[in-house]
């Protein structure tokens, strides 16, 4: 594939707010935080701030919250798993959800009166990775179904947290429906970061779970004055669609102007902008890209009005993107500290980067209004997920930009 980044502006539709975004009011957000906060490995990740990427991209500030640091389990997935599964057991037991706490989900009554449960959920790996641990600190057992072509690492890396790993023949849309139908012959209950007609409480969970770690950047960047730019990768938007949602809460007209980044060949909410009819628009078939979080091509239907209605650009950009953006962090400049991201987490980086050195960056930099005095947010969502290819990425330089 050549190097390319495609990107939309958001037609402007006038509709109302979403509704479910109440549920990412700061207030909603803090409580799901209370609950994070009862798990023994809590701790806000980094708010990395790196000066002098940010005099090289000729803007005021540049931010990278650093999600490889998350609960020891390198993306910020568990947010979203632990929360889900906790409001289950929570609802199953008739337990107050202002009052939840991992201790008291894990005390011996809870777990007798619960029962064993099997948590059931399709990934890419991330996802997996974090209903496994989450299933297994409580005690639970957890089925997790991942796409053809999975890599090893990612695999070990969920069965090591206990859950029985199985691989399908599809995509991960193929590979949600597998669960599904695993599910309905076996039992157990689905815990799946989309929503679908009539399964909506646990998505709208697992996207309040993320929005979290949106509510500590806005704590970790308020000294400074906000941020004026986020950019959010996108698989099914769940993670774009809690953090948008809150941002557009909490700064109201005065929100940032948030650019959605996805895959070329994944583009599902690229296409579904578009298509300016604001309906979300499905992409089938093969999703090759080294951004295997983001390749999904069926948007969460919870998530799409959110940023239809609070994001302004829409990226979709190619694999030597996302790998110039890992290679800037990984060999930091001047006195700015390295930062692992891996292949779903750098996209944000490598479209700066474009528009400071490609041939045609200023079409990139003129669209999202990025001048000297802009203060810029970018979510490194994972680490090295898959080390040994991480590795070749930055050694190797797979993937190379045109300016690199
Ligand atoms: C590292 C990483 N970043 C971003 C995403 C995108 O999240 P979502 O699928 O909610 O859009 C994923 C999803 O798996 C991921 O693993």
Not at 123 to 150: C, M, Y
Not at 240 to 245: S, Y
Not at 252 to 278: M, W
Request: charged fraction near 20%; hydrophobic fraction near 40%.
């Amino acid at each position: 594939m050549h190097q390319e980044i495609e990107f939309v502006f958001r037609p402007e539709y006038g509709f109302d707010p979403a509704p479910v975004a109440d549920a990412f009011s700061p207030g909603s957000i803090s409580s799901v935080r209370d609950f994070h906060r009862t798990f023994p490995q809590y701790m806000p990740t980094p708010l990395v701030s790196l000066p002098s990427l940010a005099s090289e991209l000729g803007i005021k500030r540049l931010w990278v919250k650093d999600e490889s640091k998350r609960f020891d389990l390198n993306s910020f997935k568990v947010l979203g798993g632990s929360y889900s599964i906790a409001r289950y057991i929570a609802s199953e037991l008739a337990l107050d959800p202002g009052r939840l706490s991992f201790d008291h989900l894990n005390a011996a009554d809870v777990r007798d009166r619960l029962g064993a449960i099997t948590f059931v959920t399709a990934t890419d790996g991330n996802h997996g990775r974090s209903v496994a641990w989450s299933a297994r600190e409580l005690g639970q057992r957890s089925v997790v179904f991942v796409p053809k072509g999975t890599s090893d690492s990612r695999i070990r890396n969920i069965a090591k947290e206990g859950a029985e790993v199985r691989e399908t023949d599809g995509n991960y849309d193929d590979t949600i429906r597998a669960a599904r139908a695993w599910m309905d012959a076996n039992g157990g209950v689905i815990v799946q970061d989309t929503a679908w007609e009539g399964y909506e409480e646990i998505p709208t969970w697992i996207m309040q779970g993320y929005a979290v770690l949106m509510h500590e950047a806005i704590e970790q960047m308020a000294d400074d004055g906000g941020p004026t730019h986020v950019f959010l990768q996108a698989g099914v938007g769940s993670f774009a669609g809690g953090a948008a949602g809150l941002l557009a809460r909490h700064y109201g007209a005065d929100r940032p102007r948030v650019a959605v980044v996805e895959p070329s060949t994944a583009g599902c909410y690229y296409a579904s902008a578009l298509a300016a009819d604001g309906d979300p628009h499905d992409i089938g078939g093969e999703m090759p890209s080294i951004m295997a979080g983001l390749a999904c091509g069926e948007p969460n239907r919870l998530a799409w009005p959110i940023l239809r209605d609070h994001a302004d650009l829409y990226f979709r950009v190619s694999d030597e993107i996302a790998a110039s953006g890992i290679r800037a962090l990984a060999a930091p400049r001047g006195s700015d500290e390295p930062i692992v991201a891996g292949e779903s987490a750098a996209g944000g980086i490598g479209i700066l980067l474009s528009g400071a050195h490609a041939v045609d960056g200023s079409a990139i930099r003129e669209a999202l209004g990025l001048t000297a005095s802009s203060r810029v947010l970018v979510v490194s969502t994972e680490g090295d997920t898959d080390p040994g290819h991480y590795t070749r990425i930055v050694n190797e330089k797979l993937y190379q930009a045109s300016w690199e």
